[in-house]
């Protein structure tokens, strides 16, 4: 069983970017295609972007196209999601969870073994 743990969210203002990791522990990591998810308080998890096992297939909310940028190091057991130009509705805490291949890759319900999070705050 992949774990996967998040880390590189904070605080940051408007126009500002930050980029998370999700590092995995487990073997196995790079044959799975890994997204990215954010929570704001009071909503359901929201896809934000997916990788493909070999880094190649890759998927966007539209909210994130043109400014988020997902991708993976298989050596490092390592997902990165690369976020520019952020915006204070960008705020919300973000998970990384491993796709199950069960469903939509756009819903959290595809995916299994679901990080902590971390927390993206943008101030205005």
């Known amino acids: 069983q992949v774990q996967l743990v998040e880390s590189g969210g904070g605080l940051v203002q408007a126009g500002g970017s930050l980029r998370l990791s999700c590092a995995a522990t487990?073997?196995?990591?790079?044959?799975?295609?890994v997204g990215w998810f954010r929570q704001a308080p009071g909503t359901e998890r929201q896809f934000i972007a997916r990788?493909?096992?070999?880094?190649?297939?890759?998927y966007y909310a539209d909210s994130g196209k043109g400014r988020f940028t997902i991708s993976r190091d298989n050596a490092k057991n390592t997902v990165y999601l690369q976020m520019n130009g952020l915006k204070p509705t960008d705020t919300g805490v973000y998970y990384c969870?491993?796709?199950?291949?069960?469903?939509?890759?756009?819903?959290?319900?595809?995916?299994?073994?679901w990080g902590q999070g971390t927390q993206v705050t943008v101030s205005s």
């Open positions: 990788i493909g096992w070999s880094g190649v297939s890759l």
């Open positions: 487990g073997r196995t990591f790079n044959t799975y295609a």
């Open positions: 969870a491993a796709y199950t291949g069960g469903g939509a890759y756009y819903l959290a319900g595809s995916y299994d073994c």
